[in-house]
């Protein structure tokens, strides 16, 4: 019978922290458990609608190193109950082994300093009944949570303020049944070596100027302890966070990052690291890589707010960045050129996955006199990777020396096997863990320009 309870012993732990176990001859994967824990269950559905239906999860094992209360509710961390020196095993034991196996590379494996408070951005959920972190494979479903063990303590203290407030005013949440309130999410972020704060809310672009928004500009003014406070404005049925029209309420649009000396405005709508230290050793590397290229041009693709431009650009005359984001690039560009005013410098807009972007892309590189074996690449692509039409330019630009930074090795271990192994070699990689307690890690690697054959 299709509704048949089944049993499942776990046997093992995959590298995404998930337990695995064999049910009538095939794999399942279930979060949370580990080996010798039993779990019944029973099948939904059929095909592509198939979906297993969690009865009772008994616990065999040791899962003593469980920090958070909301561990198995919240769909954040996923590894708690291994042991940390367990999870950076096994996250990195299939990459390890395949760059060794494929490339005789060995790979420079760089563990977490700190396995909580480590975090410096949350976005939080705001709904009728519940304010927190969605479930774990149910973006419908909203975790009521008063605290969370990954982020910093500011933010722990400055959520509770706010949270409390949220459920004494029912007026203030979006129904997103009834299409009543305004308030979306509600968006934390900390500067880790700064300890500059924000506290960013989405609303619903309709109540811009209502008694609700203005009621809940006035109680941030006498409560938030944020140095800077935003309101971010976007549709009614767009369930993104912190993206959109902007207001600043208190202090800035942005907030201040410092890394190795040098400080980094962060706009509210930006993506930067979320464990800047855990990051150091990536740029670490990067620095070694660049001092030994000796090129004379900096190209930073998908460079955001100009973070790497302004960390390296002082080994180079000439510098340039890409990034769909109009706001990020114009901070990059003004920081850019305040930092290094004698440098030939070139921030542009564009969306690098259409082919018509990239051709401008390319007509701006030929325009600026650059030459691609003078260049040093630094490629920082979202998670789901550069993609083809940028791998395609880059397989035939001539450039000699590429950091490619990834918070997807996996991708970027297929990128390199479907496209850029074929005329680069990777030199080095370096692998870390700035997500502890999730399947998540952040890695760079070097490429170097393959010799055409014959040439010796």
Known sequence: MENTPLLATIESIAPDLTGQADVRGKNYSFRYAKPNDEISFRFHGRGKRKWIELIEHKINSDHSSVRCKYFTKCGGCS??????????????????????????????????????????????????????????GNFRKVIDIDSCEIQSEWADNEWKIIREYIQKTPELPLDRRSLSGCLKYVTLRYGINSSETMSIFTLDQDFRNSTIEKNLESWLIDNSTADHIIFCYNLRKSEVSATGSYRVIKGESFYREKLRNKTFQVPFDSFFQPNPVQFEPIIDAIDHWIIESK????????????????????????????????????????????????????????DLFQKKSLAKFQQSFVDLGWKAEDSFLILDPPRNGAGSTVLDWIADSGIQKIAYVSCNPIRQWEELM??????????????????????????VLLLEKKAPIGRF
């Open 295 to 350: 090129a004379s041009n900096l190209l930073d693709l998908f460079c955001g707010g100009g973070f790497f431009s302004l960390l390296f650009g002082e080994h180079f005359s000439k510098i340039g960045g890409w990034e769909v984001n109009d706001h990020s690039v114009q901070i990059a560009r003004e920081l850019v050129s305040n930092k290094f005013p004698m440098n030939q410098i070139h921030f542009d807009t564009m």
């Open 79 to 136: 590894g708690q109950h291994i042991p940390y020196s367990e999870q950076f095993a096994l996250q990195t034991s299939e990459l390890k082994n395949l760059y060794l196996e494929h490339w005789d590379l060995e790979a420079n494996l760089v563990p977490a300093k700190e396995i909580y408070r480590y975090r410096n951005r949350m976005d939080f959920s705001v709904f009728p009944h519940a304010c927190g972190l969605r479930e774990a």
């Open 418 to 443: 479907t496209s850029l192994g074929k005329n680069y070699s990777p030199k080095s990689i370096l692998i870390t863990d700035p997500y502890p307690h999730t399947p998540h890690l952040e890695s």
